[in-house]
């Protein structure tokens, strides 16, 4: 008899977790650490907003969730969705869904949403028979500038996130709270906002045809010799080839559903 809990602990959600993604289509490497830390804390996934489908007294399956903020509505997002090999196409997944929504409807969330990587089309057919349809697409892009001229002018957190609430593109993973999290540093390069760590440029804060200019440029002037950048802007996707990224083969869909009261 499969049932349905929300709010597991940290161990009982890390063992199905990793049970579930032992066959996922890119190897997770999930150990202990990396549940906690890049799943947990840095991708903002909530245990009490999460829940966990039994068969008996065993853990069989996970929908992870966070809840953010983002542009004066509440979202909820699945950061993860994952039932054991031994456990799959006998509905546990709608069970959870369903155990989420109803759970979603009681806090008055807006909006769920999740990312689903483009070529999981078990995954996509799931999501579309709940309901979900694709906003947007997540491309994923990399640099090397092995050299280092001038160093680019820092500035001040609060100025960046002033700015960063007035532009338009908004990714989960990569907004201000992950940011502080993960001790972005700001700069100023031609009028436009960026935020970066260790090669990792978060976000830049310009004019769509200004992004990849000054992403190739800020390579130049940025410590380090490998830069990763992401953007759901498909005309900056084409930039940013011109300019001499190479785009990554993983691409995923952002996709969502309305709450309907």
């Known amino acids: 008899m499969i049932h349905i809990k929300r709010a597991p602990d940290t161990e009982t959600a890390y063992s199905v977790m990793k049970e579930g993604f032992s066959d996922y289509i890119i190897p997770l490497g999930l150990s202990h650490e990396v549940f906690e830390e890049r799943i947990l804390k840095r991708d903002g996934n909530q245990l009490e ?18 809840l953010k903020t983002i542009k004066k509505k509440t979202v909820m997002r699945c950061g993860g969705l994952a039932v054991d090999p031994q456990y799959r196409r006998l509905g546990i997944a709608k069970a959870l869904y369903e155990a ?9 969330i807006d909006c769920l949403m999740l990312e689903v990587i483009q070529g ?14 694709t906003v947007s697409e997540l491309g994923y892009f990399q640099k090397e500038e092995p050299g280092q ?12 996130e002033r700015r960063y609430i007035q532009q338009g593109e908004y990714i989960w ?3 201000p709270g992950v940011m502080k999290l993960a001790k972005a540093r700001y700069y100023e390069l031609d009028g436009a906002f960026i935020a970066a760590v260790n090669g990792l440029i978060f976000t830049i804060l310009t004019e769509e045809e200004e992004v ?3 992403a190739t440029e800020a390579t130049r002037r940025l410590a380090g010799e490998h830069y990763h950048l992401q953007s759901t802007n498909q005309q900056v996707w084409e930039d940013l080839r011109k ?14 559903k309305p709450i309907e009261v």
Do not use: C
């Not at 907003?49 to 966070?66: K, Q, T």
């Not at 001229?149 to 960046?160: G, K, M, N, S, W």
């Not at 300019?243 to 969502?256: E, N, P, S, V």
């Open 49 to 66: 907003h999460s829940f966990i489908a039994y068969h008996g007294e065993r853990p069989v399956a996970i929908w992870l969730n966070g």
């Open 243 to 256: 300019a001499g990224w190479k785009q990554r083969d993983l691409k995923q869909f952002i996709m969502q």
């Open 212 to 214: 990849a200019r000054v």
């Open 149 to 160: 001229v001038e160093p680019l002018v820092e500035i001040d957190q609060v100025a960046f």
């Open 173 to 175: 993973q990569q907004d």
């Open 120 to 133: 999981n089309e078990p995954a996509i057919t799931l999501y579309k028979s709940f309901g979900y349809q």
């Open 100 to 108: 989420q929504l109803s759970y979603a409807k009681s806090l008055n």
